[in-house]
Structures are given as C-alpha cells and as structure tokens.
C-alpha cells in the first residue's frame, strides 16, 4: 500500500474496525489513537488527524499546541493484539498552518536524513541493520519513594535460581552466569516465545531472519533483516512492540533496559549501516577490510563525533551501566574488521553487496529516529570532511597494557557527560536542517530532567557503602 486511497480501499474491503494511528515521542516511546474504520476514507487520510501536541513530553507549549499526524500509507499492518480488526499506520507530525513537518519530531527527522543524504549527492539510499537484544523476566517489581529505593527481578530461567523451590520442581537446566550463548532447550527455555514473537513479527510484513538466546542469564535476540532509515525505524518500534505484547501474553515480561541486572553481560544494539549510489555500494572497495575510502572517512566521522552520539545511542542513565570494560561492551572508540572489541567493527563479507560496517555501541533504549539519523550525519561529515579514523585496532582492546589503552578515546561514562558532549558538538547534525538547534535543545531539557532525578536520588548501594560511615 502506497497511497491514502489504498488504505481506504483495504479498509473497506477487508471490513477493518478501526486505524490506530501511531507516532514516537522524543524518548523513543510509541504513542497511539485509534478511530473508527468507518471515518477513514482516502480524504480523511490525506487531511490527517488533528491532536494536542502540549501533552507530548519535550513538544508544544499550550497556546500552540495544535499538530497533525500525517500517516505513511507503506507503514500500514494489521495489529496481531487487538481483539477487533485493527490496521496501524506509523504517522509523521506536521504543523497545520504551514504542512512542514514538525522540528521536534523524530520520524521527520529521519525523513529529512534521508533526504539530506540525496542532496548531499553522497548516496542515494542508506541502509540500516540493528541487532536489538532485550531480556525476559517472570516477575519485576521496584519501588522509588521517599523512603524506598528498591528493584527486584525473578525468572525460573535465570542463573541465580538454581536453588529456587517451585511447585513443580526445580528441573536445574538453565545457563550459567554469561554463559547463554546459545545452548538448546531444555536450557534454553526460550525458544518458543522467540519463536512466536519472530512469526507474528513476519506475519505483520517485517522481514525477520533468526532467533537465539544471548550471553546473559534471560537475555535474548532477533534477526531483523536490513532496510531503509526511515522504514527500519519503524520496523525497531514494531520490534519493541511485538516483543513487549508477546512476552506479555505468556505471563512474562520484557525490557529493553541496556543493564537490567547486575554482574552479567548488559543489552546492546549494534547498528549496520551502508550507503548505496547509482545501485552500487559506496562502502565496497580496495582498502582496509575491502573498505572504500568513503567508508573509512564514513567510520572517521563516527568515531569523531561518537561521544556527542552518545546523547542519542545511549540516551539513559542505565546505558553507562552497559558500557563499562568486562561485560563485552565496546567502550574503546576504534574500528577493526571482526574484532568485536571495537566500537566500530567492519564485519566479513565475499560480496561487495553486503560490505557495510557496524556501530557497536548504541543499545535498545535509544529513539530509532534519532539515533539512525545521527549516525547517517556523523557519517556524512566524516565523507564530506575526509576524516581518516587512523590505523586500525586489530588486537584484543580487553587484554592492551595500560600504556596502549591510554592512548585510546572511549565512550562517554555518563549520560550528563553525554549531554556535554552534545552540546559541545552537534553542528554536524544540523546540516540540511535535518536537526535543529530547537529540537536538539528540547531533547537535552527531556535529558537533564532524568539525569537531575538520577542523581538526586539516593541508592541502594550507597547504604551498603555509606549508611555506618
């Protein structure tokens, strides 16, 4: 379906109840209103749907608050969880009086990324390929109050219930402490959830690929196959969406936390991305890895601006608990082919089709949006610039002498340095207005509101070190 007049016919053929119209916040969250089928004809559509933009954390202020969702008709599927026939759309937010889309929103800006790439006469199209891991957990319960700062998570599976006492018994098969990759069930006691949430994911149009368990206790991944920007935006937030929905009805639940416990490998999302021209990849060549020098100055820009990317890839307080050496986290800012120590790794292919590289460090708690299209603006800046990234890192970074690490930048530590770094550099992102400065400045307002509730809370932690100080 390409067109408004498409999905009015759908919905009239198929007798289709309702359209849930969705759009994504500036932190990453799907939000949705749903209308009735019957109002939804190729006008409607066209027209879009006039909503209150003030109630959006980080949008409109109240006396100009009026917005329009605009949907894209190509983004439409059929919702698997909701008991009448429901077709969802992906929107993007518009200004009613000038149709331009709006600054602040996230899915505009990575239609303007895609553009901005054409304009720039770089590439004619890129493409992304993440990997988002996330994990299961049987029952989560947590508390913050002025008395109470406290978590706890639970899941049969998990390592640290060996000794547990169910009603059933206790059948012993489960990973150890980093040790899921990937043994078949029974100790991988995962593998029909996966597999239900991969077949409703194809059953909705995604293009999906394969399913596993992943290093840490409870954690686990799925194969979402490579696309466009904007499309692969809205295909990550279908990906949260099924998975969430899934795990739901099996009585469990999942989260896209980058380090939801501790001790045990944290959740990342390494990001493909290529960059094709007059149907030929622009990233396939003769150099390093069989990388062109575009690619290499593409991985300089991304390694040059890589902390002020922070801001975006790893946009939570919890990321920074990820990205710390021991856990396989790729905290040290250099590039390698098949090093998977490297934030930036150029991964092996025999087809200059699939040459591409791929960023290490971003995870799933990011806004796709925003952090594709950073990643698309660091890039281009390093082609446009011919930033060389300098020799590669073909060691194992874990195990250099301290005197070699030394010499090797890393990622932020903090959110709050991240947001520094933001602020510091982002000129890069506002080429071809793809970002603004409004929105840029709106986003870190979002930022330091959960930075400033972070820090000001007490932890746990800190009683056991503290309380008898």
């Known amino acids: 379906m390409t067109t408004a007049a498409d999905l009015a016919k759908k919905i009239k053929d198929e007798d289709i109840a309702y359209v849930d119209i969705r759009f994504t916040d500036p932190r990453g969250k799907l939000q949705h209103v749903t209308a009735l089928g019957d109002l939804c004809d190729e006008e409607w559509f066209e027209d879009g749907w006039m909503f209150d933009g003030s109630s959006i954390a980080g949008w409109k202020s109240i006396d100009k608050s009026d917005m329009k969702l605009i949907v894209d008709p190509k983004s439409a599927y059929l919702d698997p969880f ?104 029974p ?18 149009g995604m293009k999906v690929d394969k399913h596993h368990h992943e290093v840490a206790s409870c954690q686990h991944e799925l194969g979402l196959i490579f696309g466009t920007l904007t499309d692969q935006g809205d295909h990550l937030q279908k990906y949260k969406y099924v998975i969430h929905n899934v795990a739901h009805a099996y009585g469990k639940s999942a989260t896209f936390m980058p ?18 021209k007059d149907g030929k990849p622009l990233f396939a060549g003769s150099g390093y890895a069989d990388l062109s020098d575009e690619a290499l100055y593409y991985i300089g820009g991304v390694l040059k601006h890589a902390k002020a990317l922070n801001a ?3 946009p939570s307080t919890n990321s920074y608990k990820r990205l710390i050496p021991g ?31 791929e960023t290490r460090f971003p995870d799933p708690s990011c806004n796709p949006y925003l952090a594709f299209s950073a990643l698309l603006m660091a890039g281009l800046d390093g082609i446009k610039n011919k930033i060389h990234p300098g020799e590669a ?10 005197e070699e690490l ?26 071809g207005g793809v970002f603004t400065k409004d929105q840029i400045e709106g986003y870190m307002d979002l930022k330091w509101e959960e930075i400033y509730n972070y820090e000001h809370t007490p932890h746990p932690i800190e009683y056991a070190m503290y309380y008898s100080c």
């Open 82 to 185: 909701y008991a009448e026939k429901t077709l969802a759309v992906h929107c993007t937010v518009h200004e009613p009086d000038t149709g331009e889309i709006y600054e602040r929103d996230p899915r505009g800006t990575a239609v303007k990324a895609e553009k901005y790439l054409v304009d720039s006469g770089i590439g004619d199209v890129s493409y992304w390929g993440p990997e988002a891991e996330f994990f299961v957990f049987d029952d989560v319960r947590f508390k913050v109050d002025i008395n109470k700062v406290a978590y706890e998570v639970d899941a049969m599976d998990a390592s640290w219930s060996t000794d547990a006492e169910y009603e059933m018994g206790n059948m012993g098969h489960r990973p150890g402490l980093k040790g899921g990759y990937f043994p078949v069930n």
């Open 187 to 204: 100790t991988d006691a995962g593998q029909d959830l996966r597999g239900e949430m991969l077949s409703t994911m194809k059953r909705i």
């Open 259 to 276: 380090k939801p416990i501790k001790g045990d490998n944290g959740t990342g999302m390494h990001v493909n991305q290529s960059i094709w």
């Open 312 to 314: 975006f890839t790893n």
């Open 327 to 357: 856990f396989e986290a790729p905290v040290l800012l250099a590039y390698s082919a098949a090093n998977r120590s490297a934030s930036v790794r150029i991964p092996w292919t025999d087809s200059p089709k699939a040459k591409r590289i």
């Open 393 to 402: 890192a073909d060691k194992d970074l874990y195990d250099l002498p301290p």
């Open 406 to 431: 030394a010499g090797i930048p890393t990622v932020c530590g903090s959110l709050r340095e991240a947001m520094s770094e933001l602020e510091a550099d982002h000129e890069f992102l506002l080429a």
